[in-house]
Structure formats: C-alpha cells, structure tokens
C-alpha cells in the first residue's frame, strides 16, 4: 500500500511526537529523582509529587500508543498539544528548557488540523 503525502506526514509527525513522550515517561519513570525537578515547584514539593510523576509517566505512555495506533488521531494529537502548552504555562521561568515545547506543541497542533477534516473548513485555501 503507497502512502498518500498527508498519510506520510502523519505517521512521521505522530512518530516523532510518540518518541518524545515514551523517552520522558520511561526515563522519568527509571529515574524519577531527576525528573521531579521539571515539575512545577507546587507539586514537586508536594508530598504527592512521586505519584504525580507516575500517573503522567503512565499518561505520556497511553498517548503515546494511542498516537502510534492511528485511531481518532485528533484526539491524541489534542491532548498532545494541551499537554506541552500545560508544560510552558506551569514553568513559566523555566523557558530555557522548555522553549523545545513549543516547536513539539506545534507539530501537535499540525497533526490535530491535518487529521481534523472539520478544522480545514474554517480556513478556506482560497
């Protein structure tokens, strides 16, 4: 089966995305104490913080799935994009690590209007 330029686009930009989260969830899941650094300082110093670092781990690896398998991309691509937006807005100060969110939330976002027929409407071509 050849792949359409849309199809390519697609699996590359949901590849990418996937990458992204299964090395921070697994890497944060391994080594835990170098991650809860990178959390916002009201959960890090929150005794709940090694929980929380667990269930978005967990997250991040469902997402990541969920993206690889093709299914209502959009919706992953969705939670994607809020998910690095999420990052940016709750670390403020920490732009020097984490302005690489912001190209990863626009490849989400590219994903979410390429999968999201409905979307492509509210901008005509022409």
Do not use: C
Not at 5 to 23: D, E, H, K
Not at 37 to 47: H, N, V
């Amino acid at each position: 089966m050849k792949l359409t330029s849309p199809q390519l686009t697609s699996w590359l930009l949901r590849i990418g995305l996937a990458i992204v989260f299964v090395y921070a969830a697994v890497s944060s899941l391994m080594h835990p104490n170098e991650w809860i650094g990178f959390l916002p300082s009201f959960i890090a110093t929150s005794p709940l913080a090694s929980t929380f670092l667990v269930l978005f781990s967990v997250g991040e690896l469902v997402l990541s799935i969920w993206l690889l398998s093709g299914k209502y991309v959009q919706y992953p691509a969705i939670l994607a994009t809020l998910a690095f937006v999420g990052i940016l807005i709750a670390q403020p100060d920490a732009f020097s690590t984490t302005f690489r969110d912001v190209g990863l939330a626009f490849m989400a976002l590219a994903l979410v209007a390429l999968e999201s027929p409905q979307l492509a409407r509210l901008f005509p071509s022409k």
